[in-house]
């Protein structure tokens, strides 16, 4: 019976080619776009995700206080109110992993006939601890390293590539800033930051070597800023509030002071980014969603008009026996059939935008299965929503009027 009725609707869609088409026209742009969307917004959260794993888990940066020059204050990080003391003091909380304080800035680096320009970072050897970075050649500087002031780097793929190329960097020498650093170890791939830097373009070099020989400063021991880790996600709270306790405490500030530091939680701000791109992606999905309330209006009003056209058929085949719930279904079928297969139109065009948007933008977009299955779950209810009325009004029809209409 089902079958028979399947056949009798495409051949009824099948005798009006063009008003089929254009009626799955507009499912055919809605399916396409909502597939799209949604792409491009999982693509969004995917980039997001991948640069929170990046950066590390459960981190916070504390940053020195601020200057104040002629009534003009300057930015956190700028005014030496930060020392190893307090990171050491800092480490010893129970919430806390591990603290690495850091000494930032630029050099130029030269091996053999090639220089490059980079980041160059004074860390200590807990700095690859907390940003979970690891080696995939050689091994790390140790404490000892810190101690000595030695002069021995890290290098990460960006450098080994721009000063290397495809020799091995281990054991060999560079130069940054005109004094010889030997490489012990090169960092595995992180990619790009939140603010779109290369974090592979980095070298890391004991933290007093880069106190004392590269970059130089007023205030032996001083930290502009240092990464802390805490021992979970559960207790960045209690972190943070630790933090702050124990430096107000250690730089002795009245209550009501203004504190001379600053504690900024990364991991909360990676949170609101990926909460950020979570929204975007179902606003796109929402936009496009209207292409299909669009799409099921033209079928509804199709349907409506070939239940006017095919009136006489109807009342020929209730006289013959046929029941109402038959027209309902014959009726409803078309509309589904249409739905589906403007949705599968729909999803082809929506695979290959998404392909195209790719090779020709180079943004991320990603197709997943739970996107083409919503696509088709929606046209499904939009055929079913939208054809109803006309198949029930089908239906409706007194077999004697029907026969009559002209």
Same mark, same amino acid.
Do not use: D, F, M, W
């Given at each position: 019976m089902l079958a028979n009725m399947l056949r009798e609707a495409w051949r009824a869609m099948a005798a009006n %080619? @063009? #008003?089929t088409f254009l009626t799955m026209l507009g499912l055919v742009i809605g399916v396409g776009a909502v597939v799209l969307m949604l792409a491009i917004g999982q693509g969004a959260q995917t980039l997001v995700k991948e640069a929170v794993a990046t950066m590390g888990s459960n981190l916070f940066i504390v940053l020195s206080g601020g200057t104040t020059t002629g009534g003009a204050r300057s930015g956190s990080g700028t005014a030496p109110t930060l020392t190893l003391s307090d990171a050491q003091a800092i480490e010893e909380l129970p919430s806390v992993a591990a603290v690495a304080p850091t000494q930032n800035g630029t050099a130029q680096l030269v091996y053999g !006939? *090639?220089?490059w320009n980079s980041s160059v970072i004074g860390v200590t050897p807990s700095y690859l601890l907390v940003r979970e970075w690891r080696l995939v050649r050689g091994q790390p500087f140790t404490d000892t390293d810190v101690r000595t002031v030695a002069r021995v780097a890290i290098i990460g793929? &960006?450098? !080994? #590539?721009e000063l290397f190329g495809s020799e091995d960097p281990v054991d %060999? &020498?560079? #130069?940054i800033r005109n004094s010889p650093y030997v490489v012990m170890g090169v960092l595995g791939a992180k990619g790009q930051s939140f603010d779109g830097r290369d974090q592979d373009d980095t070298v890391l070099i004991p933290f007093s070597t880069a106190q004392?020989? @590269?970059?130089?400063? *007023?205030f032996p021991d001083s930290v502009r800023f240092m990464m802390v880790k805490a021992?979970?996600?559960d207790a960045m709270d209690r972190t943070e509030e630790g933090i702050t306790t124990l430096l107000r405490e250690r730089h002795r500030i009245p209550p009501g002071g203004e504190n001379d530091f600053t504690v900024r939680n990364l991991s909360a701000a990676a949170d609101v980014q990926a909460q950020t791109t979570r929204v975007m992606s179902i606003m796109l999905g929402a936009v496009a969603s209207i292409s299909l309330v669009v799409g099921g209006i033209g079928i509804m009003n199709i349907m409506l008009v070939s239940v006017t056209e095919r009136t006489r058929e109807i009342g020929i085949r209730m006289a013959i026996g046929a029941r109402q719930r038959d027209i309902l279904l014959q009726f409803l079928l078309? *509309?589904?059939i249409v739905s589906v297969v403007g949705c599968l139109i729909g999803v082809v065009l929506g695979v290959g935008g998404a392909a195209l948007v790719s090779q020709t933008t180079e943004m991320m977009v990603v197709v997943t299965g739970a996107a083409i299955l919503l696509s088709f779950a929606v046209a499904a209810a939009v055929g079913i929503f939208f054809g109803f009325y006309p198949a029930r009004k089908a239906a409706g029809l007194k077999p004697i009027e029907a026969l009559r209409y002209q």
């Open positions: %080619k @063009l #008003r !006939a *090639s220089n793929q &960006t450098v !080994a #590539r %060999k &020498t560079i #130069r004392r020989k @590269l970059y130089g400063t *007023s021992v979970s996600e078309e *509309s589904v």
